[in-house]
T-cell receptor, first 113, second 114 residues
Framework: DTEVTQTPKHLVMGMTNKKSLKCEQH?????MYWYKQKAKKPPELMFV???????INESVPSRFSPECPNSSLLNLHLHALQPEDSALYLC????????????FGDGTRLSIL | KQEVTQIPAALSVPEGENLVLNCSFT??????LQWFRQDPGKGLTSLLL?????REQTSGRLNASLDKSSGRSTLYIAASQPGDSATYLC?????????????FGKGTKLTVNP
C-alpha cells in the first residue's frame, strides 16, 4: 500500500466528457505533483504545487486543469481530452519542493475513447 | 538540457546473481539522484536517494553510488530474487525556472528467473 492515494484506479471517458482525478496524502507534505506516463516511457512532469500554489506548469494543454484545495488534496480536472491523452497519471508528494524524496501513488489508468 | 540514460534497457538474470544497473546524466548540476522501482501498472517506489554531496547509499541488498563529476550512478543489487523483477528508473533533481523537477531515464526492465 502507498501513502499517496489516487482515485479512481481506472477511468474510461469520451472526448466530450468532464471528469476529475483525485490524489490525497496525509503525510504533511507540502509539495504535490502530477505526472503523465505513456506505456514503456518514463513519467513526464505536468504540474507542481508548493504550499497549495502552482509553481510549475510544463506547458500542459488547457484541457488539463489542476487544483489544490488544501495541503492534503490534489485534483486534476479533465475536459475535452484527445485519444493521445490516454496514459497512466501519477500523483506524487514530497515534504517540501526542495529536493526531498518524492512518494508516488499507484496512478489512474485513463483511456479516452 | 539535462538528459538521463539508462543501460541496459532490459536485463534477465538467474536468481542469486549480483547485478549492476547503470544511469548516466549529461549535466552535473544536480541536487540529488533517486532510484525508483516500478511494478507493472503501479506507481513508483523510491529505493534510494543520494544527495549531490554523497558518494553512495545503502539499503539492505541495494547499494547506489554517485559520481557527479563523471555524470554516472550505479545501482548494485546483491543476491537477486524473483521478487526483484520490475522496471528500475533513475531520476535526477534539477532546478528549472526557480523550481525543482525530476528528470527520469527510460528505465531498465529487470527479470530475475527462479
Amino acid at each position: 500500500d502507498t501513502e499517496v492515494t489516487q482515485t479512481p484506479k481506472h477511468l474510461v471517458m469520451g472526448m466530450t466528457n468532464k471528469k476529475s482525478l483525485k490524489c490525497e496524502q496525509h503525510m504533511g507534505h507540502r509539495a504535490m505533483y502530477w505526472y503523465k506516463q505513456k506505456a514503456k516511457k518514463p513519467p513526464e512532469l505536468m504540474f507542481v504545487y508548493s504550499y497549495e500554489k502552482l509553481s510549475i506548469n510544463e506547458s500542459v494543454p488547457s484541457r488539463f486543469s489542476p487544483e489544490c484545495p488544501n495541503s492534503s488534496l490534489l485534483n486534476l480536472h479533465l475536459h475535452a481530452l484527445q485519444p493521445e491523452d490516454s496514459a497512466l497519471y501519477l500523483c506524487a508528494s514530497s515534504l517540501r519542493q526542495a529536493f526531498q524524496p518524492q512518494h508516488f501513488g499507484d496512478g489512474t489508468r485513463l483511456s479516452i475513447l | 538540457k539535462q538528459e538521463v540514460t539508462q543501460i541496459p534497457a532490459a536485463l534477465s538474470v538467474p536468481e542469486g546473481e549480483n547485478l549492476v544497473l547503470n544511469c548516466s546524466f549529461t549535466d552535473s548540476a544536480i541536487y540529488n539522484l533517486q532510484w525508483f522501482r516500478q511494478d507493472p501498472g503501479k506507481g513508483l517506489t523510491s529505493l534510494l536517494l543520494i544527495q549531490s554531496s554523497q558518494r553512495e547509499q545503502t539499503s539492505g541488498r541495494l547499494n547506489a553510488s554517485l559520481d557527479k563529476s563523471s555524470g554516472r550512478s550505479t545501482l548494485y543489487i546483491a543476491a537477486s530474487q524473483p521478487g526483484d523483477s520490475a522496471t528500475y528508473l533513475c531520476a535526477v533533481a534539477i532546478t528549472q525556472g526557480g523550481s525543482e523537477k525530476l528528470v527520469f531515464g527510460k528505465g531498465t526492465k529487470l527479470t530475475v528467473n527462479p
